[in-house]
T-cell receptor
Framework: GENVEQHPSTLSVQEGDSAVIKCTYSDSASNYFPWYKQELGKGPQLIID?????GEKKDQRIAVTLNKTAKHFSLHITETQPEDSAVYFCAAAQTGANNLFFGTGTRLTVIP | DTAVSQTPKYLVTQMGNDKSIKCEQNLGHDTMYWYKQDSKKFLKIMFSYNNKELIINETVPNRFSPKSPDKAHLNLHINSLELGDSAVYFCASSQNAQFGTGELFFGEGSRLTVL
């Protein structure tokens, strides 16, 4: 089965700085890579996703990059704000499959 | 209106007891899930139901029994609770069972503490 590894497990940045979270996956058949954000006391929520036919996707301050050859993908948050503080999960799946494999999570703290 | 709602939000109980967590989604989705999140925040799928039919049943003790009376509801019943069952349990739903075609919508979680 798929194995998704995520680094770092914790990340602290100053407000306004950038944050990068990296994930690797093992199954070359995976082609759908979402990122979820979990705020304190809430369930995870999808913030961005990328499919294997593109190398990069951007949505305002959030961007995700994918390197299929190396089997890794990254989340980039620019101009971080205190409300970005949360646990972030990467995940991987094959389109059409009925299981989504989550990474181990990164706790991001943005220091005002 | 909350899209995926689960009750109770907190549950504290003694070892050996039986408890249930209920989940309802009002999104009209066909597929519902139970995930377990342990103290290290690992998110692991337990069960998945598509239109009331079980499609994923990960390696979970048979003390855990999901029940889907209709496609808008997926309840989780746990027998003979053990200390290791303490975790946050998340219900989620998606439009269909095929990932890559839509996102997962999670409830706010039910924190189970077994004493």
């Amino acid at each position: 089965g798929e194995n998704v590894e995520q680094h770092p497990s914790t990340l602290s940045v100053q407000e306004g700085d950038s944050a990068v979270i990296k994930c690797t996956y093992s199954d070359s058949a995976s082609n759908y890579f979402p990122w979820y954000k979990q705020e304190l006391g809430k369930g995870p929520q999808l913030i961005i996703d990328i499919r294997s036919n593109v190398g990069e996707k951007k949505d305002q301050r959030i961007a995700v990059t994918l390197n299929k050859t190396a089997k890794h993908f990254s989340l980039h948050i620019t101009e971080t704000q205190p409300e970005d503080s949360a646990v972030y999960f990467c995940a991987a799946a094959q389109t059409g499959a009925n299981n989504l494999f989550f990474g181990t999570g990164t706790r991001l703290t943005v220091i005002p | 209106d909350t899209a995926v709602s689960q009750t109770p939000k907190y549950l504290v109980t003694q070892m050996g007891n039986d408890k249930s967590i209920k989940c309802e989604q009002n999104l009209g989705h066909d597929t519902m899930y139970w995930y377990k999140q342990d103290s290290k925040k690992f998110l692991k799928i337990m069960f998945s139901y598509n239109n009331k039919e079980l499609i994923i049943n990960e390696t979970v003790p048979n003390r855990f029994s999901p029940k889907s009376p209709d496609k808008a509801h997926l309840n989780l019943h746990i027998n003979s609770l053990e200390l290791g069952d303490s975790a946050v349990y998340f219900c989620a739903s998606s439009q269909n069972a095929q990932f890559g075609t839509g996102e997962l919508f999670f409830g706010e979680g039910s924190r189970l503490t077994v004493l």
